[in-house]
């Protein structure tokens, strides 16, 4: 009858002590993935701060860039400024137009802004004072957008031929 107990006691120890093990596995499991996603977002939002603020605060590297056949290795850096906060047209122009043209442009401008995540999208939308759409991506569709998407929106203010326009730069990110 000793052995019985004896038999049951261990059965009984190394099952409580399984299940403690397994608990605890799943906890730091858990708080291991959320400290990820917690760094991925913080990510995101520090590159899509920097993105949008290089555009309105620079010209871009080199300053000329507009003026030159856009590949990665003519445009390093993009920036829509003449000078900190004063856009230039010409830049915003070009800068629509390449990322509006075709998917390869759209995405060389997602790379060079620093916004290039995984199974991501980007948007940037000039607003003037009354919210009327002055400019705006329009590669990436509304349609791939779907509640599975994470959006991380940065929002700036800048003079567009001396006029004060809303910048308003988009994130989306499939979680």
């Given amino acids: 009858m000793r052995a019985q107990l004896f038999s049951f006691d261990l059965i009984l120890s190394v099952s409580i002590l399984l299940l403690l093990f397994g608990i605890t596995v799943s906890i730091f499991s858990r708080t291991d993935a959320v400290m ?56 915003v122009g070009k800068f629509f137009e390449l990322a509006n043209s075709n998917e390869n442009n759209y995405l060389l401008t997602k790379r060079i802004l620093g916004i290039d995540f995984p199974s991501s999208n980007y948007t940037l939308e000039i607003y003037d004072l009354e919210g009327e759409k002055v400019y705006s991506t329009t590669f990436a569709s509304n349609n791939a957008i779907a509640n599975s998407y994470s959006i991380y929106a940065f929002q700036r203010l800048a003079l567009l031929n001396n006029q004060p326009v809303r910048l308003s730069l988009r994130i989306w990110v499939k979680k």
Wanted: hydrophobic share 30%; net charge negative.
């Fill in 36 to 91: 990820k996603e917690n760094a991925i977002e913080k990510e995101i939002s520090q590159n899509g701060n920097y993105a949008l603020s290089s555009l309105i605060e620079t010209s871009g590297y080199p300053t000329n860039w507009e003026q030159l056949a856009f590949t990665d290795s003519n445009a390093k850096a993009l920036g829509l400024a003449t000078s900190a906060g004063h856009l230039n047209p010409q830049k």
